[in-house]
Structures are given as C-alpha cells and as structure tokens.
C-alpha cells in the first residue's frame, strides 16, 4: 500500500491522516523552522515562524493538516527572509542578551536565528521590563527571555495538572503569570519534576543552583545545528 | 469587603463561562478585580486563578488596580482627534494635574485614552464610568471636571450631558421599509425552515460585517452540521461594532431594534437554533436597558419563548452579553471565546463556528446589520433585495460617515453607489482622502472618489471618514497604527510586534524623526504581518500605511530626514528626566543639535 503523499520544496512526504504538513515534514526528514511546537502537544499556531505556503497560500505549517497532492513551499528565499523577521521580532519584543543567558547553545531562539542566518535583531529594541522571579527555592523564572510559545502553560495544564502558569495582558504587553495571588512563584504547586519545567525552548525556566553545569560548547546546538537535531530526534526536541 | 461577590456569581447561575460578564460587575460594584477578588472568582467558579487574571488582564475595561473613582476615557479615533478630542484631553489632564493613563493620589480621577467609542458623528467623545458623552466642548469639559470635584454621584450628573443624538440622514431600502413585530417569524414559519435558508440564498445576502460571506450559504451549512441532527444551535449577533469610525449598529440597534430581533428569530428558526446572543460592546451603555426592555416585551407578545408565535416546538430566546472593550472581539471565533468567558483569541480554523462554534455547537454568527435585512426578506422574499444593488452586491449598505462633512451621520444607499455621491450628499468639500471601511479597509484619495460601493468594487463594512485637503495623511495613518497596536491580541508574533512597530516607525515619521530606513521597515513589517498574521486583525492592519505610501508618499517624503540611518537616540529627550528632577526647562538645559 502507497502511503499518501505531499509534496515539499519537489520532494514526496508521507504522512497519516490528520497529520500536521509540520509534523509530517520533520518526521520524513525535512527540517521546517518552528519555536511554539512541540510534538507532544497539540498545536496552537502562534510563533508562525514554521509559516509555508500550501499551494500558494501562506499558512503556519503546525496547525495545517496535510492533504493529499497539496504543494508546500519551505525552504525558499521568501519563507526564509520572513521566519528571520519573525525571529527578530521575537529578540526586539524582549531582553535577549545571549552572551550572558544560561540557555545560550541551548536555546531554541538563539538556534533558529542561526539557522536563518540572522546577524542582529535590526528592529529598534522595545527594552521591556520585565522584573525576574527568584522566589522560588528551586526555580528562577526569566521573563525577559519569555517568547511567549505558552509550552509550559500547555505543560503545566495538561500534563501536569496544576495550571502553575497563564497569559494576561494583551497586544504587546501580553506575558506570562504564575498562579498565585501574590504573582510568586514560591507560592504555585510547581515542583521540579513538573513537565512545564522540562518545556521552555528558551531561558526562563531555570533550575536553581545547575548554572553552566553543561559547559559552553557542549550543549544541545553546540555540536549540532537545530536543523540536524530537530529532524533526529523529532519527538525529544525542546525538552 | 463591601462587595457581595457571591451575590454576583449567583446571578449569572454561578456559570464559568460568564465570566466576562461576572467581571463587569464587579467593576461596576467596585471600580476594579482586587487580585484577592480574583482569587475568589477562581475557587468559587471551578476554574484556575490565571484563568480568571488572563481574562482581566485582556480586556481594556478590565482592571485589576484601582483606576480614579471617576474613571474618564477619551476616544482616541482620528475624527475626535481631528475635531478637537486631544486638546480637550489635555485640558482636562491639565484641570486635574494629570498625565495621560495616571490616577490622581486622592484617588478621585483617571484620565485615559480609549479606542473609538462609535459616537464620531457627534465627537469628541468620552466615557465616564463606562458612560458615554459626546459632542464635547471645553465648556462641557469645565462642567464634568467640577462635578467630578464636587464628587457628584453619576446619577445627579445633568441628563443632557448624557443625549446621544441621532442622525439618520438617508434611508433606502432596509431603514424605510416598516415591519410589524412578528411579521417576519410568521411568513418563515409559514415557508419552512429550509425554504427560508433558499430565500435567503437567493436574495444574495452577504455578511454585512466586512467579509462579505453568503449569509444562506453560512445558514444552511449551521442547520447542515452533524449530519443536521439534532444538536444545540446558536444563532449570535456581531454588535461589537469597534472599527474605528463605524456607528450603524448604535443606530440600528437604538430604533430598529425589533428588525434585528426578528431576524435573530428568523435566523433561528431556520437554522434549528433555540438561543440567540447578542454580543454589544460596551461602548454603548446607553443602549443596554431599552434592549432588555425590548427583549421583555418581545417575550411578553409571544415572539420570543416557547413556541414562538404559536409555531410548536420553535422555542427561541435572546440573552445580552455587553463586551469589556476589546476590537479583536468582533472577529466572529473571538467573539465567541469572549462569550465563553475567556480571551478573546481568535480560534484555528477551521473548524469554523458554523459548526463548532459557541460551547463547540453550531453556530451562526452574523453582523446586526444583516439580521435585519434577512428578516426584510423572510417577509418580501429574495426578489426584494435582488431588485436593488448590483450583480454581486444585492440590497444596500448602511454606511456611518463622519469626519470633514457638513453632515455626518447615517446613510443608506443601494450597493454601486459612488463615493463622490456618499460625499455630495453629506456635504464634504476639498476632499482629499476618504476611509472606506474603517482603518482595516481602503484608504481612497481624491482620484479614486468615482470607485463604488459594493463588494464589487470598494467593500465596506460601513465606517466612511472623510479628510479634507487641510490634514495631515500622515498623523491619520499614525493613528490607525496606534489603534492597531492598542487592539492587536498578542497571540500571534507577527501582529503582536508588527503592530507595536509599525505604531513607532509612524510616530517617528510624523515628528519629523524618521528615516529611510523606517520607510523600507515600514513596508517590510506590513507584508509581514500580512503575510504570516493568524487572523484578519493582522492581515489588514498595514492596510493603511500600504494605502498611504502608495497614494499619499509626498506626505512621507517631506517628513523624512534625508538619512539611511536614524537617530533612535535623541539626546536632547534623553536630558528630559535630568530637567525635570532640576525643574529647569531653559535652553541650556537643552541639547542644541545646530551647535553641536
């Protein structure tokens, strides 16, 4: 039996019914440019840097269901040179300094703009404040470094079941809130063998007191391009 | 604490997904959601605590801080911008010592700024505690701001204060043909439910809200859902009418209530539906009692209960829900998160409402305008919108035009109409630019005044403001940026930031600051945000700097500083807090760019 095809960039991709063209792409081997996915969850479509054009029209590739014949453009000058806008946004939106961040050779953001071949955030940067959690005796919260890809409040909400992390605010100022009144995290159900601490594909979810336990130069992107890691290990990506 | 919280949960049945709707409340009882208050809702309700701050933290109506005991919001829309609201706000801020958005330290007074309050044929305009008043004048701004010293309780405030005037300037078809209550529901019912979605289909109707989709197409695909079995239906209507310069639903909805009643009716019969919503933003306070009394009295003569106008078996209500202030709400799967009582994001689609819609059932959300026809034709039949309009276009369009014009107000006219008939007849003169459809629509300059209304041609969903040859393009574009950045939901990377940069390049270029460089990004962030946007919200919010760098670019190019690279670091701004923690404002307490 022929499974049923698409076709990316010239190429065949199989994928099962009711398959995202994402999740169908990397499982085949096609490295498509994502933040906000994670294979364990269901997609929500939000960073839009997975963006391809299905037969002419641009849609998010993780919330688009393959279908049978369509053509999907990916790797392309276009799709590219948007992914890397969208990328900049996200470095413009917060504090990103990598050079100083835990995260940095880990981190999904940073790995992305390499791949895109982006050099600086070009846009203005908006400098928000935004005030770190260190209340917690085992976790630090970053949010400066916050891209907003909700994957721990998905975590936490479904996996977890503890709803330790949400949204608030609108436009702009949206960002993330833990479940406390006092708006600490010291004062949430989170523990450190949560879900949504294992989620972040940034810097904001920290584990106290574990700093640079990996060394520069041997962490996840180090060695490997995100391109090469996220097709190896499709499923274990962003953890 | 004075506020009886349980009292108010009682009231809305203890219902998570009224949430919205509970948090209205309380900010009427108390002024803001105290984080304890939150807190409470969240235990008492089932639902997480950040559920319920997310929700607060969303709408512009919401607050979880204690604002001013009078909470003052100036529209922001370009037309009260134009016709004074600005110098007005300042006034104002000046009377109380203020600065934009602050609370005063006694706590008696807020002073902040508000997306369009829909009143631009009668602007500027205001809300006090969620009140509107309109046609302000510094002697009306001297009036509020003693009675607001005095401390005079809302309902002592003088009656005229709060007149909202109407100006139905010209009617055609929808506003001058009359209906007898119950007229409409009786000859569907008489014609059946699936020859009423044919009718329907066949007059041509399309949504009346921007889109322009089939309204029988989008009717027979709800009663079509799940094989047509049976399932709970919703019909909902979009009266959150918050496209900047649009107030046709105010004014359908304050004297052709029971039309857009009866279409609701009608359009739940057809579809099998048994709960009708209306979702009115909150912007229109004044509208909320007359609409419940209507409500009421339409139970009272049987035409909305059980077995409407004794049909068996076609039970059929309408419940209320006010909004908290948020544009993005008025995209119908926003709409409908709203209603649920949560965010309002706009949903992946599809699945489309029309069949997982309000509490994931069928659902038909159509715009208050279209309701109204529909239930024109459900008593004349298809060929009486046929009879009117153009190929693609049938009936007529309700168009809100305000701005430089003798006389601002409603009109009807039949779809093809052109733009320099629209502008004839409400008395504009040297026109320069007009804004079809509100900012998300099209920005038509002076040679382009021969295009047509319709979806044809030019399509609207109903706002028309008029420029004339004395403003400055450029600070309408800034502002339509402004409101766009304002209104963007943040779900999406792309408008989240796209329209919070584009609102800064356009500030930059109207105080004369900007580059070359911010003209390239400009256009740059708008395709993006085209391109990649999740929903219509960002897909149409360059809309107005393409228009404008297409149509108006001299406006941009005598703006601009003949640099690639701009100084986003002025140093002279950058002295501003060393003047005022010295209180010297003298030049040399300046950065002075030619000495240097």
């Known amino acids: 039996m022929t499974a049923k095809t698409f076709q990316m960039d010239g190429h065949d991709v199989p994928f099962e019914e009711g398959q995202s063209i994402l999740a169908a792409a990397l499982a085949a081997g096609s490295y498509v440019p994502y933040l906000c996915y994670h294979a364990e969850f269901k997609p929500h479509g939000s960073c839009k840097v997975c963006t391809v054009k299905v037969n002419g029209r641009t849609q998010a590739s993780c919330t688009t269901p393959a279908r049978e014949g369509d053509v999907v453009e990916s790797n392309v000058d276009e799709l590219n040179e948007l992914r890397k806008n969208l990328v900049q946004f996200l470095f413009t939106e917060g504090n990103h300094f990598c050079p100083s961040c835990e995260a940095s050779g880990g981190c999904a953001l940073q790995a992305v703009g390499y791949e895109l071949g982006m050099t600086t955030a070009h846009y203005s940067p908006l400098f928000p404040d935004r005030p770190v959690d260190a209340s917690h005796p085992d976790v630090l919260l970053d949010f400066n470094r916050c891209i907003l890809c909700e994957l721990c409040v998905r975590a936490s909400s479904l996996v977890d079941g503890k709803n330790v992390f949400s949204l608030s605010g609108r436009g702009i100022t949206k960002h993330l809130i833990v479940n406390a009144e006092s708006g600490k995290l010291a004062d949430t159900t989170l523990s450190v063998e949560d879900k949504a601490m294992s989620v972040c594909p940034v810097g904001v979810i920290l584990r106290k007191r574990r700093g640079f336990k990996a060394p520069i130069g041997e962490r996840r992107y180090d060695a490997h391009s995100i391109s090469e890691v996220a097709v190896a290990h499709p499923e274990d990506e962003a953890k | ?596």
């Open chain 2, 1 to 596: 604490m004075a506020l009886n919280l349980s009292a108010i949960v009682a009231r809305h049945g203890g219902d998570p997904s009224r949430l919205v709707q509970i948090l209205r409340d309380v900010m009427d009882a108390e002024g803001h959601v105290a984080p304890p208050v939150i807190t409470a809702l969240a235990s008492t309700l089932g639902v997480s605590r950040g559920q319920v701050e997310g929700v607060v933290g969303f709408y512009s109506f919401l607050d979880s801080e204690p604002r001013g005991k009078y909470r003052v919001l100036f529209s922001d829309n370009i037309t009260d911008e134009l016709s004074g609201g600005h110098e007005l706000r300042q006034r104002m801020l000046d009377a109380f010592r203020l600065e934009l958005g602050e609370v005063s330290r006694d706590g008696l007074v807020s002073i902040g700024a508000t997306s369009c309050t829909g009143l631009c044929d009668q602007g500027p305009a205001m809300l006090v505690n969620g009140r509107a008043i309109a046609r302000l004048t510094p002697a009306r701004i001297g009036a509020i701001a003693s009675l607001i010293r005095g401390e005079s309780p809302m309902d002592q405030w003088p009656d005229n204060l709060f007149v909202i005037d109407s100006h139905i300037e010209r009617k055609d078809l929808l506003l001058s043909t009359p209906l007898s209550p119950g007229e409409a529901i009786d000859a569907a019912i008489a014609r059946g439910a699936a020859a009423t979605i044919d009718e329907i289909a066949r007059s041509g109707l399309r949504g009346r809200g921007g889109a322009g989709f089939g309204t029988g197409q989008k009717w027979a695909a709800c009663a079509a859902a799940h094989g047509g079995g049976p399932a709970e239906r919703y019909v909902v209507c979009n009266a959150d009418e918050g496209e900047p310069g649009t107030f046709k639903d105010r004014e359908l909805f304050a004297h052709y209530t029971d039309l857009v009643l009866e279409g609701m009716t009608v359009a739940g019969f057809a579809v099998g539906a048994q709960k009708g919503l209306i979702y009115l933003r909150a912007e229109y306070p004044f509208l909320f009692a007359p609409l419940l009394a209507k409500l009421e009295e339409r139970r009272r003569a049987g035409l909305l209960g059980r077995d409407v106008r004794g049909a068996r078996g076609f039970d059929f209500d309408i419940e209320l829900h006010i909004g908290a202030g948020a544009y993005v709400c008025g995209e119908e799967s926003a709409l409908i998160e709203s209603l649920e009582g949560k965010r309002g994001i706009p949903r992946n689609r599809p699945p489309f409402p029309v069949t997982h819609g309000y509490k994931q059932q069928p659902t038909v959300v159509n715009n208050v305008e279209t309701l109204a026809v529909a239930a024109l034709i459900a008593k004349h039949g298809a060929d009486f919108l046929r009879a009117v309009g153009t190929a693609k276009s049938s009936g007529t369009k309700v168009l809100s035009v305000s701005g430089d014009v003798a006389r601002p107000g409603i009109y009807e006219y039949p779809f093809g109409v052109p733009v320099a008939r629209v502008l004839e007849d409400a008395g504009a003169r040297d026109t320069q630019a007009v804004q079809v459809g509100g900012p998300s629509g099209i920005l038509l300059g002076a040679n382009e005044l021969g295009r047509r209304i319709s979806f044809e041609d030019v399509p609207s969903a109903g706002a028309f403001m008029v420029f004339d040859t004395t403003r400055d393009m450029l600070a309408v574009v800034e502002n339509f940026t402004r409101f766009f950045a304002h209104e963007s939901c943040g779900f999406c990377t792309p408008c989240r930031v796209g329209t919070t940069l584009s609102a800064q390049m356009m500030k930059r270029l109207v105080a004369g600051k900007g580059s070359r460089r911010d003209m390239k990004d400009l256009a740059k962030v708008t395709q993006i945000m085209k391109a990649s946007s999740h929903c219509g919200l960002g897909h149409t919010a360059g809309n107005p700097v393409i228009d404008a760098l297409a149509k108006f670019r001299p406006s941009f190019d005598r703006k601009l500083r003949s640099l690639d690279v701009l100084p986003t670091f002025d140093l002279d701004e950058a002295l501003a807090p060393a003047r005022e923690a010295t209180a010297r404002d003298d030049a040399e307490a300046h950065f002075n760019e030619e000495e240097s």
